[in-house]
């Protein structure tokens, strides 16, 4: 017997590796189909500046896109913001980018805003956004390029310049929020919906 009830895989509207393990470790059966949107023009032209708001939205708008082509599969769109204060991250462009984005980050407390959606026949079905507070430890220069040298191209691949499962542990004092929003999915909240649609077992 396996945990998932569906008749076919839950479809990942992302090709976050992250993302992936974290509902395959729960024993879900995924098929990963990334959405092919422009976010940052959904975003600037949503006119939306609160981090929460905008990781909902294009939570919503990745389910919905993927959803839409593939009729009668539930499928899971997931979004992450970073705000230090009022000012907004992106994935940096390289390491000079990263670079300076830790340095604005060491030694203060951002939030990561992880928003969940499904949608089915490209309507939404379910939202939610969960918050965890990040507070870097002060870093010189030369622990900056350190890390930056070990973690190589990686750096670009998540926003913040840091991935917290691996190296960007190192970068941290204290954390207050669950594993699964900063790795960029509030499991739990979406366990509960699938559950509520007959699809766990469990």
């Known amino acids: 017997m396996t945990i998932w009830r569906g008749q076919h895989a839950l479809i990942l509207a992302s090709q976050s590796r992250a993302r992936q393990l974290l509902l395959a470790n729960a024993g879900i059966q995924i ?42 599969r539930y499928v899971v769109g997931a979004d992450q913001t970073l705000a230090l204060g009022s000012k907004l991250f992106s994935k940096p462009s390289g390491h000079a980018q990263a670079a300076k984005q830790l ?62 499962e691996g190296l960007g542990a190192h970068l941290f004092e204290r954390i207050d929020g669950d594993h699964f929003t900063i790795l960029g999915l509030p ?7 699938l559950r509520g649609e007959g699809l766990l077992n469990v």
Do not use: C, W
């Open 31 to 72: 098929e990963a189909i990334p959405a092919d949107i422009d976010e940052r023009a959904v975003q600037n032209n949503s006119g939306l500046s609160a981090p929460g708001e905008i990781a909902e939205l294009l939570a919503r708008e990745k389910a919905t896109f993927v959803s839409a082509r593939h009729p009668g």
């Open 103 to 164: 340095r604005l980050l060491a030694g203060n407390s951002h939030q990561l805003h992880s928003a969940v959606a499904v949608a089915r026949d490209g309507k939404i079905m379910f939202a939610d956004v969960s918050i965890a507070t990040m507070t870097m430890r002060g870093l010189g220069d030369s622990e900056i390029e350190a890390y930056l040298d070990q973690a190589g191209e990686a750096v670009t691949t998540s926003v913040g310049a840091y991935q917290f």
């Open 187 to 193: 499991l739990l909240p979406l366990l509960a919906f």
